[in-house]
């Protein structure tokens, strides 16, 4: 009986069927919001999101399509409770998260929440680690929609293993969930991950600066350069990370620090520009409740906005890189062309994209976002002023 | 402020408490009992469990130190209940499994259970990954004592985070449990799982015959040589696998086929002296309801099991391996040895032991545990006629 037993374990194995997958058809174009992360950080509470929320209702942010508000790190307490659930921090939370959950929905946003693969969070609040089932039903029951998971504390860990438990807990739970791996790429998550989550950092955190290295934090134009570091330096269509982006599964070069006080005006703006012609989630990561009217503007430009919505889903590329500037380019729906002119120098100048020698856009007109009027054409070179790490952010139209 | 918070973490992490170890103190000298598998397999019941305790008590076989009776696969229904509990099968547990384990504990029995690491178990019933805190509090609310964890459906997971999660797990469920690691050998487990658990297996699933290979399943003899063909061939003390063993931390080269009907009586007998030589666990693996009394006084031979039980816990090692002899050593507490003659050859055959030749062993008196009987002492050669297959299990006292 034993050995009968055994064959006809083994011939099993092969046809159980697959119970588990991703939730399919929430992110046909990358998602928005906000995170508390980058400007809060531990200093979080339900006040900040119902009043975060508020805000993006009034000056505009959901409507342009921020409709993902996500606690970060360090919402939880220090321990969970004698049935291993996780608790809100009553300080922070005192309504509890279904409540706040329900504030949300009520506005029109997607509540997002953070968790960790690991034994901690980054934190040192409780990691999923086996956990991830009973978490999964938390989270459902909390009404959440969108789920940061990070990578501390994970040991031995196999990053696709603990994701795919994490995405199959998900799954269990039946309450549809955008996966966002959060494993920093140091596993190449672009090559697995496809089925497993939604979008995946493709490198460390990023900071306020523009190319600082704090720690394992990076400026955000070392991560626009990272995403042709992570793999075989790559500088056109179809190769590097950026062929592993489309839709329902997007490169995540991290949130956004478009109004964060490192950064100057044309920084921002540059990097909002960049993290468009990336296809990247823009989720926000200042203090909307205390922006300028100017980075405002920059975060709600609808023309700029719906480079990175593209339908079509192709991530840009970087077509030239020069040691003042740097020209990328990207495909859109119905053949028209998102091309960003940076100027990656310490000083204003004077710089152009010469049309006439990249034949492959066609005879396009030309659009720049930023200044909100027509360029001419590409029959000739694109010319602007830029102050340092500024850009031009172009859109160009087939001229039939 | 966030700068200052990752300073923070940064600084946290290394010295964040050690909260989670294994529980020491439980298995002192290896583990003895019973499990449900070679016999049974899927064919387990309440019923059985209950029988084999009350026959335990009856023939001696409690006494003898066979105390904890273990319940391998195939004990729950096909899915967890909605709040992603595992479920014993009503229709094989109807009295549920803390009745059982107080059967159990009444008679002076510890109660094991069988679980595994992978999104499954080999036969197809849940598996604990994703679980792990949640099935550890349930199988503490049973009683449970002694968990056996298999290593089927894992995928891309790592064994030491898998089984060292469960440690986990187990270990803030709070109830003291013997942690049974079933994972074949794969990732080496002698090197890392010390802390982890307290038994690991060194190789695929026993079968009951001596030297057949049946798909992944292989006759005891098959699996003694693995021992050494697991790592660097090292036919010493000191080297190989053996010197990973010791009090509290086992090599597990799988459960008994003892008394099963593809094996001899000599080679029943044979295979529990090599696994008492291999300081392994003894857990019964046939129908002790059913057993001849031959078999029983095997099992039962407290001069046996002693060389098993050897509070010095030291594993025996293969001297000299021939294609018709092997002879094994072990080294017992108070300068005291073990050593085993194995007929590996298909007749009947006069064996010896050069004693004069091994010097290290000292003068001792030598006493035929088999025959219980002394057998001379090691100024001269030790032979004895054994059938195909058959063993002389020797004890040796030094002479003062």
């Given at each position: 009986?034993?050995?009968?037993?055994?064959?006809l374990?083994?011939?099993?194995?092969p046809?159980?069927?697959?119970?588990?997958?991703?939730?399919?058809?929430?992110?046909?174009?990358?998602?928005?919001?906000?995170?508390?992360?980058?400007?809060?950080?531990?200093?979080?509470?339900?006040?900040?999101?119902?009043?975060?929320?508020?805000?993006?209702?009034?000056?505009?942010?959901?409507?342009?399509?921020?409709?993902?508000?996500?606690?970060?790190?360090?919402?939880?307490?220090r321990?969970?409770?004698?049935?291993?659930?996780?608790?809100?921090?009553?300080a922070?939370?005192?309504?509890?998260?279904?409540?706040?959950?329900?504030?949300?929905?009520?506005?029109?946003?997607?509540?997002?929440?953070?968790?960790?693969?690991?034994?901690?969070?980054?934190?040192?609040?409780?990691?999923?680690?086996?956990?991830?089932?009973?978490?999964?039903?938390?989270?459902?029951?909390?009404?959440?929609?969108?789920?940061?998971?990070?990578?501390?504390?994970?040991?031995?860990?196999?990053?696709?293993?603990?994701?795919?438990?994490?995405?199959?807990?998900?799954?269990?739970?039946?309450?549809?969930?955008?996966?966002?791996?959060?494993?920093?790429?140091?596993?190449?998550?672009?090559?697995?991950?496809?089925?497993?989550?939604?979008?995946?950092?493709?490198?460390?955190?990023?900071?306020?600066?523009?190319?600082?290295?704090?720690?394992?934090?990076?400026?955000?134009?070392?991560?626009?350069?990272?995403?042709?570091?992570?793999?075989?330096?790559?500088?056109?269509?179809?190769?590097?990370?950026?062929?592993?982006?489309?839709?329902?599964?997007?490169?995540?070069?991290d949130?956004?620090e478009?109004?964060?006080?490192?950064?100057?005006?044309?920084?921002?703006?540059?990097?909002?520009?960049?993290?468009?012609?990336?296809?990247?989630?823009?989720?926000?990561?200042?203090?909307?409740?205390?922006?300028?009217?100017?980075?405002?503007?920059?975060?709600?430009?609808?023309?700029?906005?719906?480079?990175?919505?593209?339908?079509?889903?192709?991530?840009g590329?970087r077509?030239?890189?020069?040691?003042?500037?740097?020209?990328?380019?990207?495909?859109?729906?119905?053949?028209?062309?998102?091309?960003?002119?940076?100027?990656?120098?310490?000083?204003?100048?004077?710089?152009?994209?010469?049309?006439?020698?990249?034949?492959f856009?066609?005879?396009?007109?030309?659009?720049?976002?930023?200044?909100?009027?027509?360029?001419?054409?590409?029959?000739?070179?694109?010319?602007?002023?830029?102050?340092?790490?500024?850009?031009?952010?172009?859109?160009?139209?087939?001229?039939?």
């Amino acid at each position: 009986m034993k050995r009968l037993l055994s064959l006809l374990l083994a011939a099993a194995i092969p046809t159980l069927p697959a119970l588990a997958q991703k939730f399919e058809g929430l992110v046909p174009t990358p998602p928005m919001g906000f995170n508390t992360w980058n400007t809060f950080a531990t200093n979080i509470s339900e006040v900040l999101i119902m009043e975060t929320a508020d805000t993006m209702v009034k000056n505009g942010m959901r409507d342009a399509g921020y409709n993902y508000i996500v606690l970060d790190d360090c919402w939880a307490l220090r321990t969970r409770d004698a049935n291993g659930s996780l608790v809100p921090d009553p300080a922070k939370f005192p309504s509890g998260m279904k409540a706040l959950g329900d504030y949300l929905h009520a506005r029109g946003f997607k509540f997002g929440i953070y968790g960790c693969a690991g034994s901690k969070t980054c934190g040192g609040y409780p990691g999923s680690q086996g956990h991830e089932y009973q978490d999964a039903r938390l989270f459902a029951s909390w009404g959440i929609d969108y789920l940061k998971y990070d990578w501390c504390f994970t040991e031995t860990r196999n990053a696709k293993e603990a994701y795919t438990t994490m995405r199959d807990a998900l799954f269990a739970a039946g309450r549809p969930v955008v996966f966002s791996i959060c494993e920093w790429g140091n596993s190449k998550p672009w090559e697995w991950a496809k089925d497993v989550g939604h979008l995946w950092r493709t490198t460390g955190d990023i900071t306020d600066s523009y190319n600082a290295v704090q720690r394992w934090e990076r400026g955000w134009k070392l991560i626009l350069d990272l995403q042709y570091s992570q793999v075989q330096p790559a500088d056109g269509p179809g190769n590097g990370i950026g062929q592993y982006a489309g839709p329902g599964h997007w490169n995540d070069p991290d949130m956004l620090e478009v109004g964060n006080e490192g950064l100057t005006f044309a920084e921002s703006r540059a990097h909002f520009s960049m993290w468009c012609m990336l296809a990247a989630p823009l989720m926000a990561g200042n203090d909307v409740r205390h922006m300028s009217p100017e980075i405002l503007a920059v975060m709600t430009n609808k023309e700029v906005v719906a480079i990175d919505q593209d339908p079509l889903g192709k991530q840009g590329w970087r077509f030239r890189a020069e040691p003042s500037r740097e020209i990328w380019v990207r495909e859109l729906a119905n053949g028209e062309w998102a091309v960003a002119l940076l100027n990656t120098g310490d000083t204003a100048a004077e710089l152009s994209i010469d049309f006439p020698h990249m034949g492959f856009l066609g005879n396009c007109a030309i659009r720049d976002l930023w200044d909100k009027k027509a360029a001419g054409t590409t029959e000739k070179a694109f010319t602007k002023r830029l102050e340092s790490h500024d850009v031009a952010l172009l859109r160009l139209k087939p001229i039939k």
